[in-house]
């Protein structure tokens, strides 16, 4: 493992923050624009779920590749030359109709996603010392929460009041700013490294406690994914609650993350491990199962928010545990491979909900979701190690040279 042994850049952490917060809004804007430009286009279902594989499914395939690149290339150059070819494939969406390109360009934004986020997440251990990573993390979370939370309801606004170019044209401002979040970060990866990179080999199953960590979160995650289909029916026809009260309800789940992740952000590193992020895994599921027994749809704001901040605490742990636990020169492989897991696993969630809200009743789908995501959590908790995690034997401490970190 590898942290700056210098003082902690906060300036740097707040650029990531930043950077973070306006890319999740943009990619958000762009995809909640689009799904709406396909259905008020009389584009049916089969349009809309190719747009979410686009979205995806680029990210997991290129995981390996894309990881490689992270360890060895330049962070800043990865930064804006991909911000830039991000920027103006966006710019392209904006005056595209056809959904068979829409799904294309998309496919190619998601390749680009495929290198920032592994780029900024490799980023974050270098720049603060290793007892300030949670709370750096917790920051960063936040504010790409922030960037979801304000999305949704200004692309609903754009659209409805100025059509959908203006939006995209956001969400292609959005990676100029990225770009340029890029130039000023301080902090930097790729080719002083590079050599070190080649020299260490990663392999995912070589940590047992990383491989089941990443098997558990990705479980879940393929749960949680398949209640965003469900809860619309949960909420809206077995509860027979109004669109007011879902709306509510959804953003109950986000709230708990925000006030999870900043509250995690304090906790001390040493607490940290794989088998808090399971007991979070637990938690947050209980909560589900817990949603599936109410008979009011009130209930399950306070139960939305209880699993929402095991949510936002769980991705200030993982992020943690991964930095820790693993080589510096191999954090994008390693981000990387973890990411496009959670990824793939959410995707599947997904192509599988919309099957099953056909032939099955709501409640019985959110518990049964519920009860898979607990099952898998637990069955993991025998699998982790007893002994406490330690280095890894090719890790290695290591100080920023002044032309990386300039």
């Not at 962070?75 to 710019?91: D, E, I, N």
């Not at 139960?303 to 949510?311: D, F, P, R, T």
């Not at 545990?321 to 990411?339: C, K, L, M, N, Q």
């Not at 897991?341 to 599947?348: D, H, N, R, S, T």
């Amino acid at each position: 493992m590898s942290f700056t042994s210098a003082e902690s850049r906060w300036a740097d952490v707040r650029l990531a923050a930043a950077g973070r917060a306006i890319s999740v809004c943009g990619d958000l804007l762009a995809a909640t624009t689009l799904a709406l430009v396909l259905q008020q286009s009389g584009h049916g279902g089969f349009a809309v779920s190719g747009l979410l594989v686009a979205a995806s499914l680029p990210i997991t395939l290129l995981a390996a590749p894309a990881g490689r690149l992270v360890d060895r290339a330049d962070s800043r150059t990865l930064l804006v030359v991909v911000g830039l070819a991000q920027a103006a494939v966006c710019l392209a969406l904006a005056f595209v109709t056809q959904p068979v390109l829409i799904v294309a360009l998309v496919a190619l934004l998601s390749c680009g996603l495929a290198v920032t986020q592994p780029t900024l997440s490799a980023l974050l251990p270098g720049m603060v010392h290793s007892t300030d990573l949670a709370k750096a993390s917790g920051i960063v979370q936040t504010a790409g929460l922030v960037g979801m939370l304000v999305a949704p309801a200004l692309a609903g606004i754009l659209v409805g009041q100025v059509g959908a170019r203006v939006p995209l044209l956001l969400d292609a401002a959005s990676y100029l700013a990225l770009v340029v979040v890029g130039l000023l970060i301080r902090t930097r990866r790729g080719t002083a490294t590079a050599r070190q990179a080649d020299e260490v080999a990663f392999r995912l199953r070589a940590d047992r406690e990383l491989t089941v960590m990443t098997v558990a979160v990705a479980a879940v995650v393929a749960g949680v994914n398949a209640i965003n289909v469900f809860e619309v029916f949960f909420i809206r026809e077995t509860l027979g609650a109004s669109t007011t009260v879902y709306g509510f309800v959804v953003a109950s789940w986000a709230v708990g993350m925000l006030v999870g992740g900043l509250g995690f952000a304090r906790i001390p590193r040493r607490l940290i491990s794989v088998r808090m992020v399971l007991a979070l895994l637990t938690v947050s599921c209980l909560a589900v199962v817990g949603a599936a027994t109410v008979s009011a749809a009130a209930w399950l704001i306070p139960l939305w928010i209880v699993g929402g901040v095991a949510n936002g605490a769980l991705n200030v742990c993982t992020t943690v545990t991964i930095a820790t636990r693993v080589p510096a020169e191999a954090h994008g492989r390693a981000f990387s491979i973890y990411g496009a897991a959670v990824q793939g696993a959410g995707l599947f969630g997904l192509i599988v909900a919309g099957p099953l809200a056909e032939q099955f009743a709501p409640r019985g789908l959110v518990a049964g979701a519920g009860v898979m995501g607990l099952l898998a959590a637990l069955a993991c908790v025998p699998l982790v190690r007893r002994e406490p995690p330690v280095a890894p034997p090719t890790g290695r401490r290591t100080e920023i040279p002044d032309n990386v970190a300039e």
